[in-house]
């Protein structure tokens, strides 16, 4: 089934005993997360088993023995994927399909087509259900940031969290992270409310220009890979973390990828850019119209699924970190570049 935003809230607050599958998808990575995150924590101490895409591909019967396994401790497992895509497809289907399963399986995925036939088969199926998380509006993410700062006993006028909203520049994942640094700071907790200013967040916070960060995620998919490296040098000279930096683009080629559908249906770039109105800023309408002339779907799937696994390699234990986002995001400029001249 398809959920809307209060089906999702309910779902995640008081997981339904006949779900097998929750899918969560769209252009708000962060957000499917904390969504899985949420859903997790309502099950309460259960079990977790991590499955990736090739694990259920190479063995489509997997998932459904998985989730119809018992465990030894005797309560549920939580099964996860992440990353899921078509070729989960055949898994999919045979685990709504098994004549049991007790475990509940949550699946995060990026943007995937309207056409796609696994987002089909959930959205139809009653033992299923779908939600495409989207980036909140500028309102909405001061709000969430709002909620952010009480649950970690900070005191926030409205500007500190506009600023704050505006240094996480939509990934509520920084934003999260940068209140917790100040939390931290002030000794702040629930039962110890501390009052939080613009010098607390000058101080502590990782500051990004606005100008710095539109140079990086338009010059990655434009293929200007010395413009990139540059931006990416002043930009962690300011104290940008990597992973904020790849999620950043990662939201761009999303935006593309969502874009490119309607291209690739019969609507032209410009049109496909007109359409959306004031839902893209004015500023970003040339580079994107350029770059969904350069991007043909295909590709921008296998950027995003690079980036994915950039993002997945810095979140390792040990990971280089920062080396692993400016990397990932310098060679993908170099082989748009590359693309570009042939």
Known sequence: MKADRGAIARAVAKPPAELRLLLLHGPDEAGSRALADSFAAALGEVERLDLGPQDIRSDPARLSD????????????????????EESLGAVEALL?????????????????????????????????GYASYPPDVRDFEALVGNFAREAGLAAP????????????????????????????????????????????????????????????????GGRPADVAGQLRRLRSEGAAGIMLLRAVMRRFHLLADLRSEVERGSSPESVIASRGKAI??????ALTAALHQWPGARLATALSWLLEAERSIKSSGSAGDIIAETALLDLARRAAQARGR
């Open 281 to 286: 800023f004015w500023k970003e309408k040339d």
């Open 66 to 85: 998985e989730a119809a396994a018992i465990s030894m401790f005797g309560g549920q497992t939580l099964i996860r994927i992440f990353g899921i895509g």
């Open 158 to 221: 409205r500007p500190v969290l506009r600023k704050i909203a505006d240094i996480a520049h939509g990934d509520r994942s920084v934003a999260r992270g940068e209140i917790e640094k100040i939390a931290l700071y002030l000794e702040a907790a629930p039962d110890r409310i501390r009052e939080v200013d613009m010098d607390h967040v000058a101080a502590l916070s990782a500051d990004v220009t606005e100008s710095d960060m539109e140079r990086l995620v338009n010059g990655v998919p």
């Open 97 to 129: 399909d098994a004549p049991v399963a007790g475990n509940p399986v949550v699946a995060t995925a990026g943007a995937l087509k309207r056409e796609s036939k696994l987002l089909k088969l959930v959205e139809r199926h009653p033992l299923a259900l």
